[in-house]
T-cell receptor, first 115, second 111 residues
Framework: NAGVMQNPRHLVRRRGQEARLRCSPM?????VYWYRQLPEEGLKFMVY????????ESGMPKERFSAEFPKEGPSILRIQQVVRGDSAAYFC?????????????FGEGSRLTVL | SQQGEEDPQALSIQEGENATMNCSYK?????LQWYRQNSGRGLVHLILIRSNEREKHSGRLRVTLDTSKKSSSLLITASRAADTASYFC???????????FGTGTQLKVEL
């Protein structure tokens, strides 16, 4: 049973380009969370999605960032017109869902470097 | 901010010693969880304690929760070099739908 799969593991972009990060949740999980981690810091919540729905995007910057979790295929975090401040590790986590938030299963992260 | 705060920020101990990390949070929770992160890797779930529980054990891990003080502690007994990692607490706030992570404690266990 494969865990949460994220790709790419490392991504280098120049300022102004677009970054697309993909996340396939664990089999049977329908809830996906995206977090951002700056060096030497904790994880900051970005967005919580269920299949085809954004449940909570309170942590997403208002501009340039978007996320989706289509009926078929992985969840995608898209960053348009990247800036140096977007350089970070982006982690995806999944859970089977439920009333309260139980254990999250994390991927290995996608490390974005903006030159 | 609802973010938890761990202390100490960094902890260095000798192998065989116990390591204690603390976490404080701000509002009522459903549960509190501890995660471990090795350098350059994703987070791995260690243990979950519910708001109506006061103490929980898992192997060499012992977690306590004091809801009156809004704090939790993680104790790792008989530490090993392989325990070297960052440890984060995460809270599931009542009425919320996501985990909020603290800033982490960097633990270094030396031989």
């Amino acid at each position: 049973n494969a865990g949460v799969m994220q790709n790419p593991r490392h991504l280098v972009r120049r300022r102004g380009q677009e970054a697309r990060l993909r996340c396939s949740p664990m089999k049977g999980h329908s809830h996906v969370y995206w977090y951002r981690q700056l060096p030497e810091e904790g994880l900051k919540f970005m967005v919580y999605l269920q299949k085809e729905n954004i449940i909570d995007e309170s942590g997403m910057p208002k501009e340039r960032f978007s996320a989706e979790f289509p009926k078929e295929g992985p969840s995608i975090l898209r960053i348009q017109q990247v800036v140096r401040g977007d350089s970070a590790a982006y982690f995806c986590a999944s859970s089977p869902g439920g009333k309260n938030t139980g254990e999250l299963f994390f991927g290995e992260g996608s490390r974005l470097t903006v030159l | 901010s609802q973010q938890g705060e761990e202390d100490p920020q960094a902890l260095s101990i000798q192998e065989g010693e116990n390591a204690t990390m603390n976490c404080s949070y701000k509002t009522s929770i459903n549960n509190l969880q501890w995660y471990r992160q090795n350098s350059g890797r994703g987070l791995v779930h260690l243990i979950l304690i519910r708001s109506n529980e006061r103490e929980k054990h898992s192997g060499r891990l012992r977690v306590t929760l004091d809801t009156s003080k809004k704090s939790s502690s993680l104790l790792i007994t008989a530490s090993r070099a392989a325990d070297t990692a960052s440890y984060f607490c995460a809270t599931d706030y009542r009425g919320g739908n996501k985990l909020t992570f603290g800033t982490g404690t960097q633990l270094k266990v030396e031989l």
